[in-house]
Structure formats: C-alpha cells, structure tokens
C-alpha cells in the first residue's frame, strides 16, 4: 500500500552468547493507518499469536522487527512504548522513505537495541551487525 508504513519481524536462533543468527523475515497480518498524529501500523493480538506459533515451530526465537517511516529513520514514541518484540537485547530497524532505496540505503537506517523494557538505544560501533 503506498503512502503507508509496513512491518516485518526477524527470528532466528542465538548462536553463542554474543551472536544472533536470523533464518527467517515473517510479515503479519497488518492494518497501516493514517491519523491526525500521523501514521501508524497495528498488529491484532491474534495476528501475533500466530506469529509466535510459526516461530514456534521453527524452534526460532522472535529477535527484531523492522518497519518503516514516510522521511527520517528515528524510533518515536510509539516505537518505543509498543515494540512486537520484547527480547532483551533486540534489534528495531527503522527503514527510511518506506523503504523505496532499501537495501542500498543501509548506512541511513535506524538500528536500536532493547537495554531494559522500554528502552530503546541506538546501536552503536560497537555491536557488529552482518548482512548477507
């Protein structure tokens, strides 16, 4: 839908206590808003159980979700007080200009990590992230 943000969630497996390897790109079922705050993507709570259910099965574990912004990549506060993935030390990629430039865009993507429940830091050099 163009004009409006779209969500996916990342799993995958810990592979030592420092390493999360991801497997798998899961999309929900979704409702994208527009609002007089501006714009916003829900999941409904059974959307989400079927989405643990797939990851589940998998034997994978929920370990970032991604979604974009119409201009700027920043976590507001919605992203901040309502995360789908609530794994500390998880990944939230925010992907600028509805992702049109994605990937080659990379270097302007927003990447936080889950410290503590609702705090969000920005990730910095000193966590390696490799894409493949």
Avoid: C
């Avoid at 079922?29 to 007089?36: G, L, V």
């Avoid at 500390?88 to 270097?107: H, M, Q, R, T, Y």
């Avoid at 969000?120 to 000193?126: C, K, S, T, Y």
């Amino acid at each position: 839908m163009d004009g409006f943000e779209g969500f996916v969630l990342w799993a995958g497996e810990l592979t030592d206590e420092r390493s999360f390897r991801f497997l798998s790109a899961i999309i929900p079922d979704q409702e994208a808003m527009m609002t007089k705050n501006g714009l916003l993507v829900t999941v409904s709570g059974e959307a989400l159980f079927e989405v643990n259910k797939a990851v589940h099965e998998r034997k994978e574990i929920l370990g970032a979700q991604v979604h974009t912004h119409p201009t700027n990549a920043y976590h507001s506060s919605t992203d901040d007080a309502f995360p789908m993935v609530t794994l500390l030390g998880a990944l939230s990629v925010v992907i600028p200009d509805f992702a049109v430039n994605a990937p080659k865009d990379i270097e302007s993507w927003a990447w936080y990590r889950l410290s503590r429940k609702g705090k969000w830091d920005l990730v910095g050099d000193e966590t390696r992230i490799e894409i493949e």
